[in-house]
């Protein structure tokens, strides 16, 4: 069982003006709910936002104090661009993905990081998601994904053996492929 109080993690989550701040305010509460708690939620916003989103966000900030960190990028640059940029900013070695209309179970990245514990060599341990429309509660699709290192190499042919919003990864490992 992992030791809920040593295994520090970020939570990398980037927001633009296109989201939906219902939806911001269930992601983000999906990560706080979490069994294993993040050391920090890293919220990248790329791109002027609106009011309703830059609410949703300070609040959280005024809520939380520390636990929020908040990087404005005054131009949209993209998702890929934002995200390469912000995770050197991040104060931990493990950080959790998601976006800002994902949904994460309570146990997601306790159960991830009991995987990196048993699998220290491990780079990215990703997990199945349900989709969804509207609705959590109402799933469209279960995605089963690969679990092997043989079964991710082969569906990688065809298709990207992870999602995601889904991932927990180590920082160094992903900037050492950026470079």
């Known amino acids: 069982m992992t030791d809920k ?28 709910a979490q ?10 916003v790329y791109g002027p936002i609106g009011d309703e989103l830059s609410g949703v966000i300070e609040g959280y900030r005024r809520k ?19 995200l390469k940029d912000s995770l050197p900013l991040c104060r931990n070695e493990f950080i959790a993905r998601t976006d800002a209309d994902d949904y994460s ?7 991830q ?7 220290p060599s491990f780079s990215i341990v990703g997990c199945n998601v349900d989709e969804f429309t509207d609705d959590i509660t109402k799933p469209v699709s279960h995605v089963v994904l690969p679990e092997t290192t043989e079964e991710i190499f082969k569906f990688a042919r065809r298709r990207t053996p992870m999602r995601h919003p889904a991932m927990l990864y180590k920082k160094s490992e992903v900037m050492t492929q950026l470079s």
Do not use: Q, W
């Open 105 to 111: 179970a309570p146990e997601r990245v306790e159960k």
């Open 35 to 44: 069994t294993l708690k993040p050391e920090e939620v890293f919220i990248a």
């Open 5 to 32: 109080h040593n295994f520090p993690y970020s939570v990398l989550m980037p927001v633009y003006h296109g989201d939906n701040p219902d939806y911001l305010t269930v992601a983000v509460d999906s990560m706080l």
């Open 113 to 119: 990081a009991e995987v990196f514990e048993k699998n």
């Open 64 to 82: 939380y104090g520390g636990l929020f960190t908040v990087k404005y990028y005054p131009e949209s640059r993209g998702i890929a661009l934002t």
